[in-house]
């Protein structure tokens, strides 16, 4: 029934497509937790908003994952149409639409994160994978918004988050989803130049992590939430082992003794980055002796597309 009901929204067959998708994203991205600041309002008034918004990111999620470009139906053998949602979603490209998408999504994403000094005085959303899932979709269908999200150090919204839950389940074997999610999105954007050079940015955060306290930029704090990942994370998250050191490599351009290229200094305490050589060349390993070509490895620069070789498609604008 889900099937046929995401064929049917997704498909030319329903005219209200566009406006359907741009509704439930203006939903999503426009929605604001703490609203004026006043503390404790969410204990005096119902937020009947978050509901609608937890709705409309999960009906986001399953029809942009139905891509049907490739698709055939068994009964007819006629390729299925187009997905309208993932049409609409890769021909955004003003810049105002990628920042109010982004704007959207960060505010969220650091909505747990933040600080008061009045306990429990904002209130807190708890929507992070539902929003992962979604940004790994823009990221995924739409180069050019992944292109602007890298641009500035905006990117850096993202990536704290992300360490966030990452540190915080590395210990939970029923969270291994979310911890894959926000390795694959790493891992994505780690395969860019900018993505890199924005980790050079001072760390001046005040997330609640239980990491060791450090002075330093971004990429310190990259260092050691993988370190604790791979020193005390369970046994189910070996498989992402390879693509957390890929993610350093990408990042770092790491060699065997120093980091040159994107990364300029690292000052991150007893030097987490022997630890994780350490601990993938330890005997009794099992998977891990993989691992070492990985460290060792100094790849090329990626590649990153210039403007003019960004291929033009037709264009669709979010808001109305």
Known sequence: MCIVLTRYLTSPENRHALPLFTSLLNTVCSYDPV??????????????VEPLVEVALQVLIVTLDHDTSNAVNE??????????????????????????ALRGVTRLLNNPLQQTYLPNSSKKVALH?????????????????????????????????????????????????????????????????????RLNKPYTATVPMDIPVFT??????????????ITTGHQRLQPLF????????????????????????????????????????APAGGVQHTLVPVLAAAPPPPRVLPAGDVQQHDTVSVRW
């Not at 204990?43 to 009947?48: C, E, K, S, V």
């Not at 390729?79 to 639409?97: A, G, M, Q, T, V």
């Not at 292109?147 to 969270?175: G, T």
């Not at 790493?186 to 900018?194: A, C, F, I, T, V």
């Open 35 to 48: 609203g004026l600041g006043l503390p404790y309002n969410h204990l005096l008034f119902a937020d009947t």
């Open 75 to 100: 009964d007819s053998d006629e390729r299925l149409p187009d997905n309208l949602f993932i049409n609409y979603l890769s021909r955004i490209h003003r810049d105002e639409d990628f920042q109010f």
């Open 129 to 197: 994978q539902e929003l992962l899932v979604l940004f790994w979709k823009c990221c995924d269908y739409n180069k050019k918004f992944m292109y602007y999200v890298l641009k500035s150090s905006d990117v850096l919204e993202v990536l704290v988050p992300i360490l966030y839950h990452l540190n915080d389940s590395r210990a939970d074997q029923s969270r291994v989803g979310l911890m894959h999610i926000g390795v694959f999105i790493l891992l994505l954007l780690s395969g860019e130049r900018n993505f890199g050079v």
């Open 216 to 229: 330093g930029t971004h990429a310190d704090l990259l260092v050691v939430v993988f370190h604790k990942i």
């Open 242 to 281: 390879d693509c957390l050191l890929t993610i350093l490599v990408n990042a770092f351009c790491l060699q065997i003794q120093t980091f040159t290229a994107y990364c300029f200094s690292l000052s991150v305490p007893e030097d987490p980055v022997h630890g994780v050589f350490d601990e993938a060349t």
